[in-house]
C-alpha cells in the first residue's frame, strides 16, 4: 500500500530560526515528489517538485533534498519568517495512472 | 491565466440535503482531480477526470459522485449530507505528461459545514 509520512505533526519556531521537516514514502514505482504549502483555509501552493535523479532544489529559502534510495525526503526552511506559518504536505506521485498520495503535513507556526 | 476557480467558496447544508460543488480548471488542463480535507485527516482523494472519464476513486462511499465535461469543468455531488461530510472540498487541475500526473494547481476550496 502506497503511504507518506511526514514529521514532525506540528512544529513551534521563532522567527529568523531554521528548521527541518521530514517525509517518508512507500510509494512505487515512483515518479516524484512534491512539497506544498497550504496557509489556513486556503488551497495548497507548490514549493518544489523532485524526481528521481534530483537530489537538491531550492526556492527561495525553501531546499528541499530526496534520498530515492531510502525513500525520504526534508524540506528545510531557513531564516523563518512569519508568513511561513502555514502547513507543509508532502505529496508522491507514482509513475502511470495511480492516483498520488499525500502526508498528513506538518504544521509550522513560527513565532516572534 | 485564471486559477482554479471553485464555487460556492462556503454553503450551509443540514442533514439529508444534497449539495453541487463546481470547479472550473486552469485552462488546457484536462485533469481535474477533487479532495476532501479534515482537520484530523488531512487530505482525502475523491476521485480524478480527465477527458470526461473518472481515472481513479478514493474510498469514499457512493453518496459522493462526480462528473466532467466536455469544457473540462467538473462538479461533484454529495447526497444524503451527514454531519462528518463537513470539511474543505479542494478540487485540483493539472496536465497530465503521459501517463504521469503533472503539477497540481488547487482552487481556494468550497467550505461545507453541515448542521
Known amino acids: 500500500k502506497n503511504q507518506v509520512e511526514q514529521s514532525p505533526q506540528s512544529l513551534i519556531i521563532l522567527e529568523g530560526k531554521n528548521c527541518t521537516l521530514q517525509?517518508?514514502?512507500?510509494?512505487?514505482?515512483?515518479?516524484?515528489l512534491r512539497w506544498y504549502k497550504q496557509d489556513t483555509g486556503r488551497g495548497p501552493v507548490s514549493l518544489t517538485i523532485?524526481?528521481?535523479?534530483?537530489n537538491t532544489k531550492s526556492n527561495g529559502r525553501y531546499t528541499a533534498t530526496l534520498d530515492a534510495d531510502t525513500k525520504q525526503s526534508s524540506l528545510h526552511i531557513t531564516a523563518s519568517q512569519l508568513s511561513d506559518s502555514a502547513s507543509y504536505i508532502c505529496?508522491?506521485?507514482?509513475?502511470?495512472?495511480?492516483?498520488?498520495?499525500f502526508g498528513t503535513g506538518t504544521k509550522l507556526q513560527v513565532i516572534p | 491565466k485564471a486559477g482554479v476557480t471553485q464555487t460556492p467558496r462556503y454553503l450551509i447544508k443540514t442533514r439529508g440535503q444534497q449539495v453541487t460543488l463546481s470547479c472550473s480548471p486552469i485552462?488546457?488542463?484536462?485533469?481535474v482531480s477533487w479532495y476532501q480535507q479534515t482537520p484530523g485527516q488531512g487530505l482525502q482523494f475523491l476521485f480524478e477526470?480527465?477527458?470526461?472519464?473518472?481515472?481513479n476513486k478514493g474510498n469514499f462511499p457512493g453518496r459522493f459522485s462526480g462528473r466532467q465535461f466536455s469544457n473540462s469543468r467538473s462538479e461533484m455531488n454529495v447526497s444524503t449530507l451527514e454531519l462528518g461530510d463537513s470539511a474543505l472540498y479542494l478540487c485540483?487541475?493539472?496536465?497530465?505528461?503521459?501517463?504521469?500526473?503533472?503539477?497540481?494547481?488547487f482552487g481556494e476550496g468550497s467550505r461545507l459545514t453541515v448542521l
Open positions: 523532485m524526481t528521481f535523479s534530483e
Open positions: 477526470y480527465f477527458s470526461e472519464t473518472q481515472r
Open positions: 485540483a487541475s493539472s496536465v497530465r505528461t503521459g501517463r504521469d500526473t503533472g503539477e497540481l494547481f
Open positions: 517525509c517518508n514514502y512507500t510509494v512505487s514505482p515512483f515518479s516524484n
Open positions: 505529496v508522491v506521485s507514482p509513475q502511470g495512472y495511480q492516483k498520488v498520495t
Open positions: 485552462s488546457g488542463h484536462r485533469s
